[in-house]
């Protein structure tokens, strides 16, 4: 996997669009734009709603074929994959 994104919007999590993880199936060698501000209506991925703010899309690039849950909260220490950060208060 490879990831790429602002490091000041790793500081400043955004807001939280869903409170469970999006399980996508994605494509090796695919790049994938995930949303770190909340605010987009294509959760998980990006769709421009950031603009004007701090964040911007992060790059997720897939090493393999497989099933990966995206987390929806912006909460997760393993950004952009969910870690259960949704479950915390």
């Known amino acids: ?3 790429n994104y602002n ?3 790793k ?3 955004g807001e939280r669009a869903d409170n469970s993880p999006i ?3 994605v494509i090796e060698g695919k790049s994938y734009y995930w949303c770190t501000c909340g605010k987009s209506f294509k959760q998980p ?3 421009g709603s950031h603009k004007g703010s701090k964040f911007g899309p992060m790059v997720f690039k897939a090493d393999q ?3 990966v849950f995206f987390c929806t909260c ?3 220490e393993d950004p952009p994959l969910c870690d259960g950060s949704h479950n915390k208060k």
């Open 65 to 67: 074929t497989k099933k």
């Open 1 to 3: 996997m490879i990831v």
């Open 7 to 9: 490091k000041e919007a």
């Open 45 to 47: 991925f990006c769709d």
């Open 74 to 76: 912006k909460q997760t």
């Open 11 to 13: 500081m400043n999590k």
């Open 23 to 25: 399980g996508v199936n």
